[in-house]
């Protein structure tokens, strides 16, 4: 049965399978003639599973050690600092090379509990994902530590063997990406340029905001450049309180299928910590050559508020990116503007794009350690594990 035919449509020439500890390569009828319960040491990396095709991955699960070991204090770390590498076919460069916490959904690599249309975690440890990852030949899956503990790693991945794919069928691709508050406004790149035919299938957002700056942070509007775009995009989404769906709602967590925000902290001296998801599943997303989907952190103020806002906080001038010279919004003030102003903000973006794309290689590196860990307000947060039910 496809993943995506009726339940009630049974099984032509189809073979359900699965990749576990006890049945690495997925073999039918040998389930528990062995067990695999594999240590990987810092810098190491495990092929957790090699699969042949053609077939269509329909659930991926993993978690890490044993429960009396769990939670781990420096969670959020660990989950940034251990990846998910998934190579299709006999491509040269993964398509999926992410932080395991991000790549499942859970927001800045958080331990939370939650539920949506492609991912999981019922009691918050466990990284479940529901997305349907079709193959023509082979998947390799890795899981690369470069956490500073070993980790054991336990695996569960359901497939289903096909006799052959539609030739329209794409193949799973991911992206992660984080942007570090170097100047205001610093536009982050949710998906880079990628080149092909595909289906822009939804994005994680985890956002840490500036601490010395309290003025709203929920400007930011994903742009979706498709096939050609060059200085406007053909999709430019509602600001960030809107970007789930929920109308002004950026504070108030909530879970649906297709949206949701699942983390939010704001720190008594300033800060916060937000996450958020958005899939394109009943609104698609095509390109036909190419896609690339920014965001940029920002506020938008009417002149006399902004005006006022620096006279009463002048040191913000120098974390806000303006359009215009204090002088020239003193001016416009004077003779009356009703003009609103958009200001670029110093956030901590971090994000991960899905698609799917109509070729098996990867276009995108994963950023290093330094870059992905590199320390903010209140993250890596060590008390993430407390968060827990």
């Known amino acids: 049965m496809r993943a995506d035919s009726p339940m009630y449509r049974l099984s032509h020439g189809r073979e359900s399978a699965c990749s576990n500890v006890h049945n690495v390569a997925a ?4 389930a528990g003639a062995r067990d695999r319960f594999p240590r990987v040491q810092p810098g190491e990396a495990l092929t957790v599973a090699e699969l042949q095709g053609p ?3 329909t659930r991926l699960w993993l978690t890490f050690d044993w429960p009396g070991t769990l939670p781990y204090p420096e969670s959020t770390r660990r989950n940034r600092s251990v990846s998910l590498e998934i190579t299709w076919d006999d491509a040269t460069t993964p398509a999926i090379r992410v932080p395991v916490g991000d790549f499942f959904g859970h927001p800045l690599s958080y331990d939370l509990p939650f539920e949506n249309a492609f991912f999981e975690s019922p009691a918050g440890r466990s990284l479940l994902c529901f997305i349907p990852m079709p193959f023509r030949q082979r998947a390799l ?7 500073d503990q070993p980790i054991t790693v336990f695996h ?9 794919l539609d030739a329209d069928d794409g193949y799973l691709h991911a992206c992660f990406s984080r942007t570090l508050p170097s100047e205001p406004g610093r536009r982050h790149h949710i998906l880079p340029l990628v080149q092909g035919r595909g289906r822009y299938l939804g994005t994680q957002l985890g956002v840490i905001t500036d601490r010395f700056n309290p003025l709203h942070w929920h400007g930011a509007q994903p ?3 498709i096939d050609g775009d060059s200085e406007y995009p053909s999709i430019l989404g ?12 950026y504070e108030t967590p909530f879970m649906h299928q297709d949206s949701g925000l699942l983390l939010s902290r704001r720190f008594p001296l300033g800060g916060g910590h937000y996450g958020f998801y958005c899939y394109h599943r009943r609104d698609p997303i095509y390109f036909a050559d190419s896609c690339a989907v920014a965001i940029r952190p920002k506020l938008d103020l009417a002149a006399a508020d902004l005006l006022a806002t620096l006279t009463a906080c002048p040191g913000l001038i120098e974390r806000l990116a303006m359009p215009l010279s204090l002088a020239e919004l003193q001016a416009a003030v004077a003779a009356g503007s009703d003009a609103w102003y ?5 956030d901590d973006l971090a994000s991960v794009a899905y698609y799917y794309l109509d070729r098996p290689e990867g276009d995108h590196p994963l950023a290093p350690l330094d870059l992905r860990c590199a320390p903010a307000c209140q993250w890596p947060a060590d008390d993430a594990q407390t968060l827990l039910p």
Do not use: H, M
Not at 156 to 164: K, M, N
Not at 342 to 346: K, P, Y
């Open 238 to 249: 509602a600001s960030l309180d809107d970007f789930a769906g929920a109308s002004w709602a």
């Open 141 to 147: 899956i890795r899981i690369v530590n470069e956490f």
């Open 223 to 225: 742009a979706f450049y």
């Open 27 to 30: 073999a039918k009828g040998q």
């Open 156 to 164: 569960d991945i359901r497939l289903t063997r096909e006799p052959a």
């Open 342 to 346: 958009e200001c670029g903000r110093l």
């Open 55 to 57: 077939a269509i991955i």
